[in-house]
């Protein structure tokens, strides 16, 4: 290994140390107070109020990130640019919202003018600072210690460390206030329904049901209606049922033909639909996760299962690529 790559490891491996040793520092670090944070954001968030995250630089740009975190676990936020509330976004401030004040030095000159503002509104204020006795966190009904011994920066200088740290510490308190609220996984979904991970906790096969897939024959069927109907449907198979709107006697896949046409061809003209469904297919209900539905396919290693009510009405198939399409991985 050159020096050149010897020197550029030894400068990551130094900084991912230094950030994770700040970071642990954090856990003995919450103690009542934290806890008394938490408590204020959800009474206040009872009374009609949001958590308001401000800052400058690199705590603005971790400001943004647990914004982003807590509105997508549950706890209505925003971001408010230290700046720009100078300028008149401090409208974006009510009086029943919990203010965030990130700031390394805690004395951050567009924090520090606007301290006043907020105390003269009765606006409830946290401070995440890593200076505990600032301006900032002496102005702050709650302060979050986010102080770190260096930063990664050989220079000590550009915040890394302290930004690790800051990260952290709003990442916990959005985790903190999501267990306090019971926000459940379901909850979650509600919020990303445009993602993965809400379409595998929301969607369900009532929600994937095609009438092309309803297809089915009656048990006295022959062979010469079977093979056009499991065609017709495109999933592979064709449902057995008494009438319309009967229980499901079984179903006919592809491997069910291929299985009848080795018989002996003096057999084949008649061979009806009972003589080589399966009589005991595996069922879904219309109320089945999609995701527990992708499950099951995948390990019964088959293709297509059939959807029924509960009162036993076949309303059709769900097919393997029919659920991969739908986006729940």
Do not use: Y
Not at 30 to 51: C, R
Not at 91 to 112: I, Q
Not at 207 to 219: E, K, N, T
């Amino acid at each position: 290994m050159s020096e050149l790559h010897q020197k550029t490891l030894e400068a990551a491996r130094r900084t991912i140390e230094l950030e994770s040793k700040a970071i642990g520092q954090l856990a003995d670090r919450l103690k009542g107070d934290f806890a008394d944070i938490v408590q204020q954001v959800i009474a206040q968030g009872q009374k009609g109020g949001k958590l308001v995250f401000t800052g400058i630089g690199k705590s603005a740009d971790v400001a943004r990130k647990t914004v982003a975190t807590l509105n997508s676990t549950g706890t209505p936020s925003a971001f408010l640019h230290a700046a720009d509330a100078l300028h008149g976004d401090l409208g974006l401030v009510g009086t029943e919202d919990v203010v965030v004040a990130v700031s390394k030095s805690g004395a951050t000159a567009e924090l520090v003018r606007l301290l006043p503002l907020l105390q003269s509104r009765k606006i409830a204020m946290v401070a995440m600072v890593g200076k505990v006795d600032s301006p900032v966190a002496r102005a702050a009904s709650h302060t979050l210690d986010v102080s770190v011994e260096q930063e990664a920066c050989p220079h000590d200088l550009a915040p890394t460390t302290s930004s690790a740290a800051q990260l952290a510490m709003g990442d916990a308190l959005a985790m903190a206030l999501m267990a306090a609220r019971g926000f459940s996984s379901e909850d979650f979904a509600r919020h990303h329904p445009g993602g993965s991970l809400g379409r595998r906790l929301m969607l369900r096969l009532e929600d994937l049901i095609d009438p092309a897939h309803r297809v089915f024959v009656s048990p006295n069927s022959g062979l010469r209606d079977v093979v056009p109907a499991v065609s017709a449907g495109r999933v592979g198979a064709v449902a057995v049922l008494e009438d319309d709107q009967g229980d499901i006697l079984g179903i006919i896949t592809d491997g069910d033909l291929r299985r009848a046409l080795e018989r002996d061809p003096s057999e084949w003209f008649g061979l009806t639909a009972k003589d080589v469904m399966q009589s005991d297919p595996k069922c879904l209900t219309p109320e089945t996760l999609a995701a527990e539905a992708l499950e099951s396919l995948e390990a019964l290693r088959i293709s297509q299962m059939v959807i029924r009510d509960t009162e036993g009405h076949f309303k059709g198939f769900v097919h393997l690529h029919q659920l991969i399409d739908a986006g729940i991985r």
